[in-house]
């Protein structure tokens, strides 16, 4: 059996329609979101992205126990001795929630699609940054194209930014195999230098994109990404047949030796590529679709504390 993600079930092919206008979900997420803010995270959230999110204020001499990373080399050899650049904290935080809504996203062994989840995780996010007065932008790519929607700042307009991103068509399951770009050029423009770019995907085995270091130079980025159970163990018991939406075709899982090994190699393949994709343990999320999305997020940000 070649080595391609888990296939998904005759009854999972599509997510599970949701019940409530997205305004309507967006506010009880809200909620949610308000309430660990006030009394779980409090001021971690914030301290969590500021990272070395700086703006250039002047150079000054290197003294004793400055960080060496901000030394200014040519200044330094022009005058013959350490010279620094200064740096003042942004006042702001600019936020941009980056979704890659492939078509592989529709797959759910369970009641939700990680689809569904992928787009409470981007919510949250946005919902985070609302709370928190920052200005939050998102942009949604699929096979079909893409939509950004550039940073904003208040309640109502990114409450209505993120309604767009939930009220996105899923693209279909015929374009699996078709690739997704994202312009990373486009949203260079739209987003200021040190604002925080969080990757939401499937993150499927591949390079990185091109300019993905400048990326990386410029912002501070992150990746989310959700998992369904079936992708960390393919499921014991009879063989059964499941429609494998890469291929078109039915397959039979025999839940052979086989089978087990083909699984494990695209586990750890697509595990290396976002580790290669994110190399700090703490710039990455990983959760499932049977988690509770705000109590992961929530553990992020602790996780970002401590490291710093």
Same mark, same amino acid.
């Given at each position: 059996?070649?080595?391609?993600?888990?296939?998904?079930?005759?009854?999972?092919?599509?997510?599970?329609?949701?019940? %409530?206008?997205?305004?309507?979900?967006?506010?009880?997420?809200?909620?949610?979101?308000?309430?660990?803010?006030?009394?779980?995270?409090?001021?971690?959230?914030?301290?969590?992205?500021? !990272?070395?999110?700086?703006?250039?204020?002047?150079?000054?001499?290197?003294?004793?126990?400055?960080?060496?990373?901000?030394?200014?080399?040519?200044?330094?050899?022009?005058? !013959?001795?350490?010279?620094?650049?200064?740096?003042?904290?942004?006042?702001?935080?600019?936020?941009?929630?980056?979704?890659?809504?492939?078509?592989?996203?529709?797959?759910?062994?369970?009641?939700?699609?990680?689809?569904?989840?992928?787009?409470?995780?981007? &919510?949250?996010?946005?919902?985070? &940054?609302?709370?928190?007065?920052?200005?939050?932008?998102?942009?949604?790519?699929?096979?079909?194209?893409? %939509?950004?929607?550039?940073?904003?700042?208040?309640? !109502?307009?990114?409450?209505?930014?993120?309604?767009?991103?939930?009220?996105?068509?899923?693209?279909?399951?015929?374009?699996?195999?078709?690739?997704?770009?994202?312009?990373?050029?486009?949203?260079?423009?739209?987003?200021?230098?040190?604002?925080?770019?969080?990757?939401? !995907?499937?993150?499927?085995?591949?390079?990185?994109?091109?300019?993905?270091?400048?990326?990386?130079?410029?912002?501070?980025?992150?990746?989310?990404?959700?998992?369904?159970?079936?992708?960390?163990?393919?499921?014991?018991?009879?063989?059964?047949?499941?429609?494998?939406?890469?291929?078109?075709?039915?397959?039979?899982?025999?839940?052979?030796?086989?089978?087990?090994?083909?699984?494990?190699?695209?586990?750890?393949?697509?595990?290396?590529?976002?580790?290669?994709?994110?190399?700090?343990?703490?710039?990455?999320?990983?959760?499932?679709?049977?988690?509770?999305?705000?109590?992961?997020?929530?553990?992020?940000?602790?996780?970002?504390?401590?490291?710093?």
């Amino acid at each position: 059996m070649p080595a391609i993600p888990p296939p998904i079930p005759p009854n999972a092919v599509a997510p599970v329609p949701l019940t %409530a206008s997205p305004i309507a979900l967006l506010r009880k997420l809200e909620w949610r979101v308000r309430h660990a803010v006030e009394n779980v995270l409090s001021g971690e959230y914030r301290s969590a992205f500021r !990272g070395r999110g700086m703006e250039f204020d002047q150079v000054v001499k290197y003294e004793f126990g400055d960080d060496i990373r901000d030394i200014d080399w040519n200044v330094t050899a022009r005058l !013959g001795e350490p010279y620094r650049k200064k740096f003042v904290e942004e006042r702001e935080v600019t936020l941009i929630v980056v979704l890659e809504d492939a078509p592989s996203l529709q797959f759910g062994s369970g009641a939700q699609s990680k689809r569904e989840a992928l787009l409470e995780l981007a &919510g949250l996010v946005m919902l985070l &940054g609302a709370v928190n007065r920052d200005r939050v932008g998102c942009l949604c790519a699929s096979p079909g194209g893409y %939509a950004l929607r550039e940073p904003v700042r208040g309640r !109502g307009p990114i409450m209505h930014a993120a309604a767009a991103l939930f009220s996105q068509t899923a693209p279909p399951i015929a374009q699996a195999a078709a690739p997704v770009e994202i312009p990373w050029q486009l949203l260079a423009r739209a987003a200021p230098r040190h604002s925080i770019v969080i990757w939401l !995907g499937d993150f499927a085995p591949r390079p990185a994109p091109d300019g993905w270091s400048l990326i990386q130079r410029r912002y501070q980025t992150m990746g989310f990404r959700v998992d369904d159970p079936w992708e960390r163990a393919l499921p014991a018991g009879e063989p059964f047949a499941a429609y494998d939406p890469v291929t078109g075709r039915l397959v039979t899982l025999e839940n052979s030796a086989a089978e087990r090994a083909a699984h494990a190699r695209w586990r750890a393949a697509r595990d290396d590529a976002f580790r290669n994709l994110f190399p700090d343990t703490h710039s990455r999320l990983v959760v499932g679709t049977d988690q509770n999305r705000l109590d992961a997020l929530v553990r992020f940000f602790h996780a970002r504390m401590a490291a710093r």
